[in-house]
Structures are given as structure tokens and as C-alpha cells.
Nanobody, 123 residues
Framework: VQLQASGGGLVQAGGSLRLSCAAS????????MGWFRQAPGKEREFVGS????????YYADSVKGRFTVSRDNAKNTVYLQMNSLKPEDTAVYYC?????????????????WGQGTQVTVSS
């Protein structure tokens, strides 16, 4: 599975961005899709994930109420809508997919990773 993320950029605090990640190379039936991020000098951390049906979603506490994960299975695409952005949201954001039918925050459940897209939030 190949993943191509897009939509990153520079935004002021309080602003919004929407990230997209298109998957290709394999049928993603019953696949989990999600997002992680890595800030400079920090470990990669979970942001949000969504199950194949879209009924299950998990979010990190730090983004709950501000970020929304969604997916379009017809397009093999997962989205991350980010609102009320804060400077501490600055990071490289990675999309990931895995052969897991639920929603998960564990990197071990994601088998394929995208190349990352930079999100910078200025104060």
C-alpha cells in the first residue's frame, strides 16, 4: 500500500487545515486508517484513527474536540480536519493504514505509513 499525504502548510494559531491521504496499490477493505504526528525532538504520537465503517473513532486527548478524522472508502482516502490549531500542533503529520477492523491508537496495528506532511502553526 502506498500512501500520499497532502494539505500541510503554515497557519496562524486559531486557524484550520485539512489533511488528506490517498492510498493506492491495494484494496483497503476492512482496513484501519489513521494519523500520527512527530514534533522536532519528540517521539511520534497518535493523533486519531477511524475504523473501516467509520463508526469507531479514537482521538488523542490533546486534539479531542478540535480535530476530526473521516474517510471516503470509494476514494481510498482518509482526512484530518484540524480546527482551532495551536503552536503545539506543529509537527510532521503521517497517515497510516493497517489490516485491523476496529479503530486503534497503537502503531503496531498500522502496517503502512505515508511520507508525512509538515504542519506549522505560528503564534
Amino acid at each position: 500500500v502506498q500512501l500520499q499525504a497532502s494539505g500541510g502548510g503554515l497557519v496562524q494559531a486559531g486557524g484550520s487545515l485539512r489533511l488528506s491521504c490517498a492510498a493506492s496499490g491495494s484494496t483497503l477493505s476492512n482496513y484501519l486508517m489513521g494519523w500520527f504526528r512527530q514534533a522536532p525532538g519528540k517521539e511520534r504520537e497518535f493523533v486519531g484513527s477511524i475504523s473501516w465503517t467509520g463508526r469507531l473513532k479514537y482521538y488523542a486527548d490533546s486534539v479531542k474536540g478540535r480535530f476530526t478524522v473521516s474517510r471516503d472508502n470509494a476514494k481510498n482516502t482518509v482526512y484530518l480536519q484540524m480546527n482551532s490549531l495551536k503552536p503545539e500542533d506543529t509537527a510532521v503529520y503521517y497517515c497510516a493504514v493497517g489490516p485491523y477492523m476496529g479503530a486503534s491508537s497503537s502503531p503496531a496495528d498500522f502496517g503502512s505509513w505515508g511520507q508525512g506532511t509538515q504542519v506549522t502553526v505560528s503564534s
